[in-house]
């Protein structure tokens, strides 16, 4: 008996706590997840574990009262935190649904874990020894059953057995109503019905090592439902960053609309809303004829890049974005006066080329640190203009933009024009590229004026900057290579203002050509999908923002482009794939109006047949009977 006492009450709880510490720590230091069901999940995780541990201290602890004192709280911990938090980690559960729920059921475990210690307390009259070795005895609380006035023993297992309960049904319910089968649904709460099912059988039987040994069994399956989870958020974070990284190209081109679209993105990727400051990196001039710029750096080189950024700057406070084919972007929030942003730019570049030597001949071009996200577009420009002035130096330069403009050179500059060039150009509109052309050569004029050389410079810049917006536009990148080339050459060879006004004139239609066509395919390509999808889920309660998220665009844009290529809203063609189905279910099944109704996604059968009415000119079970008399008249 003392090897069997020894095996339940120390052993196999002290290897389950170590065990599920160590799962702990695998979660909260290396998943890092920030989701809510992580930091759920780890509340369990920890709490589990006090509880375990709490069982071999509780024993090891000496007579009475001590180890009444040590149950009491591991059991309050385990109705207040434990159960609670297993419940609201499950990542199934709407964010929404979670807030509802935390306090109701944190305030239920409260109360019940306060009953226990009650009755607990009230009936214990002691302590008993659980077994001895030599004069060294172990002891646990001495609480008799079915013993007036209280019946401690079996209010306390009631607790138990209430928590069991909730946990069962809770898990037994997900199961039963979840959408698909989807692997990490189902592993999650096998483990949470394994869990109920030994701590219920566990407290019925008063046999602990049940639920201690259970615990490992079930804290496998949670663990690898959460673990799933994480991957797949991963995966579709990942995807995410994709697009805000395309939000953030078009935010540094046109009006401000999308800062707080934007800055919400971030918000959910835990990245600083306030990012004010644009580095550009492009191979320098003389090494282009031995590499290939961002194109040719593989995966490896850009983690480097990020793990640097990571120990230098914080964790998730910068974002890397890839431009075109051989320039990358660095997105950052520098703090502080405009001196102090400068020096701690220019220091991060700096030792960025020390610690990688793959970018020793690489020009860093560096934007003013400004307000926030609202004035990011400015900072870009800026770092963009550094890299065409680093064209005519010595490579592998780190250049901030305040080297090369004063105060009053900034002010002059037509920026603002500029950016409704370029934000055209992006957007593919032929006539306001026109229109902002002409706006901006004027202003080009008086500020480049004084020398032809200056003006050059900046019709430079301003055909790389084309090109560049052309590409965030979703421009064929290999068709404006090659074009760009060709408009390097031809610039070169042209000698009056007016010949160069209609010479961009010209060149600007071209891009916008590509630009254009790029669009159209892309546009065809989305409303595919969304059709598609459409069409595999009619039958569910599907929303505008279900199918925009689907092919991985806003909603606004969604319902518009959907409505430009197709004709059609959204709802429109949703009816019509419904009311297509309905009438095949109608001419070749038996099935009636209620069963139709609920198979092509209406909830109620009254909707379905009003709408039918107005779509067809007949209720469903005229068209039903003149179908039929039609195809009995065919036969």
């Not at 282009?288 to 998730?316: C, W």
């Not at 220091?347 to 020390?354: A, F, S």
Request: glycine residues 8%; aromatic residues 12%; contains cysteine.
């Amino acid at each position: 008996m003392p090897l069997l006492a020894i095996f339940g009450n120390i052993l196999i709880p002290a290897l389950s706590g170590i065990l599920l510490f160590i799962y702990f720590l695998y979660f909260v230091f290396i998943e890092e997840s920030k989701s809510a069901s992580n930091r759920y999940f780890s509340l369990f995780l920890i709490s589990f574990c006090l509880f375990l541990f709490g069982r071999p201290v509780q024993i090891l602890s000496g007579p009475h009262p001590i180890p009444l004192i040590i149950n009491n709280i591991r059991s309050f911990l385990f109705s207040a935190v434990t159960i609670p938090m297993v419940i609201l980690a499950d990542f199934s559960r709407p964010e929404r649904d979670r807030k509802i729920r935390f306090w109701p059921l944190v305030i239920l475990g409260s109360l019940l874990g306060a009953v226990y210690c009650l009755f607990n307390t009230l009936t214990t009259t002691g302590s008993e020894v659980i077994f001895s070795i030599g004069s060294f005895a172990v002891y646990d609380s001495a609480t008799p059953s079915l013993s007036p006035p209280f019946y401690g023993r079996e209010v306390t297992n009631g607790v138990y057995l209430i928590l069991a309960t909730i946990l069962f049904i809770d898990s037994v319910g997900k199961i039963r109503r979840a959408e698909n089968f989807r692997q990490m649904i189902y592993l999650y709460n096998t483990g949470k019905l394994i869990f109920a099912l030994t701590f219920f059988f566990g407290s019925l039987l008063h046999q602990w090592w049940i639920y201690y040994m259970g615990s490992l069994a079930s804290v496998s399956f949670l663990g690898s439902g959460v673990a799933l989870d994480i991957r797949e958020n991963r995966k579709r974070m990942d995807k995410v960053i994709s697009y805000i990284r395309e939000d953030l190209i078009q935010d540094l081109s046109i009006d401000a609309h999308m800062h707080q679209q934007v800055s919400d993105m971030l918000e959910l990727l835990h990245i600083p809303g306030d990012i004010n400051t644009f580095i550009v990196l492009r191979e320098s001039e003389e090494s282009k004829t031995r590499k290939g710029g961002f194109r040719d750096m593989n995966d490896t080189l850009l983690r480097e890049i990020s793990a640097i950024l990571d120990r230098i700057l914080g964790r998730n406070q910068f974002i890397l974005m890839p431009m075109g084919t051989d320039m990358l972007g660095i997105c950052l929030s520098i703090g502080g006066e405009a001196d102090f942003g400068r020096s701690e730019t220019i220091r991060t570049c700096e030792y960025l080329k020390k610690s990688l030597e793959d970018l020793n001949s690489f020009d860093f071009g560096i934007g003013r640190s400004y307000s926030g996200l609202e004035d990011l577009k400015k900072s870009y420009h800026e770092a963009v203009n550094v890299l065409e002035y680093a064209k005519f130096i010595e490579g592998g330069q780190v250049i901030h933009i305040s080297d090369l403009q004063d105060e009053a050179t900034r002010r002059e500059y037509p920026l603002k024009e500029k950016n409704a060039f370029l934000a055209a150009i992006r957007m593919g509109d032929g006539d306001k590229a026109q229109e902002q052309l002409g706006s901006l050569m004027g202003l080009l004029y008086r500020y480049g004026g004084e020398t032809d050389k200056l003006l050059k410079v900046r019709i430079y810049e301003l055909l790389g900057t084309m090109i560049e917006s052309a590409m965030a536009g979703g421009g064929d990148v290999d068709q404006l290579l090659e074009l760009s080339e060709k408009l390097f050459t031809e610039s070169a060879i042209i000698r009056s203002q007016s010949q160069l006004v209609e010479w961009l004139r010209t060149r600007t239609d071209e891009i916008i050509g590509v630009v254009s066509h790029s669009h159209s395919d892309r546009s065809k390509t989305i409303v595919r999908k969304a059709k598609e999808y459409i069409n595999e889920h009619y039958a569910e309660a599907i929303s505008v923002k279900d199918v925009a998220d689907a092919v991985c665009i806003s909603e606004s844009y969604f319902k518009s482009l959907f409505k430009k290529s197709s004709g059609y809203s959204y709802s429109e063609y949703l009816t019509a794939v419904r009311m297509d189905q309905a009438k095949n279910l109608l001419n070749r099944t038996e099935k009636s109006v209620t069963e139709i109704a609920l198979d092509v996604g209406f909830h109620t059968p009254t909707s379905f047949s009003s709408l039918f009415k107005r779509e067809t000119g007949h209720t469903p079970t005229q068209f039903k009977n003149i179908s039929r008399k039609e195809g009995e008249g065919q036969g």
